[in-house]
């Protein structure tokens, strides 16, 4: 069995200062393949920044918009009900998901700010919002 082959992508830091910038080499890699990370250097301290996710928003987005508790919702309301019925069951149950998603998701976003968002809001300060 031989080792998967991987693509290398070699980097030139002296025009790649930002890699969200351009972003070419995200767009050619999947981030399951290709990771972003940032050093940020202050004072001649190096400090690594993740990109990432914070774990602990995620696993509460996960339990409280458990998957498997929506279709079961949603495969109950439809029970015996013409097509017209379930289409509607279901517009109505996973918009209420979908919304409700969302807005936990923001929320959450603010109370566990990743880099990525920083990022951002640094670019609004920056650009007045443009």
Same mark, same amino acid.
């Given at each position: !069995?031989?080792?998967?082959?991987?693509?290398?992508?070699?980097?030139?830091? *002296?025009?790649?200062? $930002?890699?969200?910038?351009?972003?070419?080499?995200? +767009?050619?890699?999947? +981030?399951? $393949?290709?990771?972003?990370?940032?050093?940020? $250097?202050?004072?001649?301290?190096?400090?690594?920044?993740?990109?990432?996710?914070?774990?602990? !928003?995620?696993?509460?987005? %996960? #339990?409280?918009?458990?998957?498997?508790?929506?279709?079961?919702?949603?495969? @109950?309301?439809?029970?015996?009900? *013409?097509?017209?019925?379930? @289409?509607?069951?279901?517009?109505?149950?996973?918009?209420?998901?979908? %919304?409700?998603?969302? %807005? +936990?998701?923001?929320?959450?976003? #603010?109370?566990?700010?990743?880099?990525?968002?920083? $990022?951002?809001?640094?670019?609004?300060?920056?650009?007045?919002?443009?």
């Amino acid at each position: !069995m031989t080792a998967p082959r991987y693509p290398t992508i070699e980097i030139d830091a *002296s025009k790649c200062t $930002v890699p969200f910038d351009c972003k070419k080499c995200l +767009q050619a890699c999947p +981030q399951a $393949v290709f990771l972003v990370t940032a050093v940020k $250097v202050e004072r001649d301290e190096a400090k690594n920044y993740s990109y990432e996710l914070n774990p602990d !928003m995620l696993k509460l987005l %996960r #339990e409280e918009f458990d998957v498997d508790k929506v279709t079961s919702k949603f495969a @109950e309301a439809i029970k015996g009900k *013409s097509a017209g019925e379930i @289409e509607a069951e279901g517009k109505a149950i996973f918009e209420e998901y979908g %919304r409700n998603w969302i %807005r +936990q998701s923001l929320k959450l976003g #603010e109370e566990y700010p990743d880099r990525t968002y920083e $990022v951002l809001l640094e670019a609004i300060d920056k650009t007045g919002g443009y």
